[in-house]
DNA sequence: TATTGTTATACTCTATAACTATA
DNA sequence: TATAGTTATAGAGTATAACAATA
């Protein structure tokens, strides 16, 4: 094990990179009063929507307890809303706001401005190869990969 | 700007990622009694020692007060040692001590294993792609990839 | 005055575990 | 008893800004 070995690790320069990148996409989405868990939340809830906590927390590699504050803050915000559930009335569903959605397409241009910032140093090809890699270890792990197009 | 071009940000689904591989290096790691900045701390000081702080803030993408934080508590855990700077007492420098160092290769193979569980699923191709990619992007954001070698 | 680094403060993110309400 | 979700608590990680010591 010599030290060259040791730069090795795909999880540290992943960790490294993508600390970067969400930094710098929190400082763009502060002008919307929105942080990044928050973004994340809200883009998961736009191809869920209804959705039970439960759900989201799984498809999100979270807690139910961590979904729950995230939750509440967007409800506080307006951003998000909760829709009883007439059967299981322990259950709910959670859904975007009006604002909430409209909000989306602003966001998703703040995170396309920062992507470019970051990727197109890459070739068009590695940045295609990156997108898919990442898709794949995403939906390896159950976290909400879309459905192959 | 549709429903599918939202899934396509890079930068969303590498924090995805990177948050699982973290959270589950985090867990390994913790019976080592360090954290995963931590283990960052010490793989940038095996490389770089010794160095001040400021420089180490620099290569790890911190501020100097998170820098100096980290530093702080490992060099209560003994596994850090400052150095004066006899020609400018403001100034020190960071190394790892012998009982840092000596841990150095248990928490690489912790991260080799890490780095199996998730990456292993790829091919050796799209690994090595992978890799290569997300170094060139930790370069191009001054963040310490050591030299091509 | 400028620079190196520390300290004080504050907030986000997340987990674990205890709890409440309903089933 | 089991399940859906909330709340309480705690700690990691990080930033900003004020500060101290030295240059």
Redesign the interface.
Known sequence: ?N?????????????????????E?ARKVAGQDVT?AEW?FM?AL??LEPVPPSVLAEK??MTKGAISKLAERLLAKGLVVRTENKDDKRAHSLSLTNEGRDK??VL??L??E??AE??D??TRE??E???R??????E??G?D??PV?
């Open positions: 094990m030290a060259s070995r040791l730069t090795d690790h795909t999880g540290y320069w992943m960790r490294m990179v993508s600390n970067a990148v969400s930094q996409f990044v994340s883009r736009y191809d999100m590699g989306i397409p998703a241009a995170a396309d920062n992507d970051f990727f140093t890459l590695e940045h190869t990156l997108n890699i990442l898709k794949i270890l995403a390896r792990r976290l990969a879309t197009d």
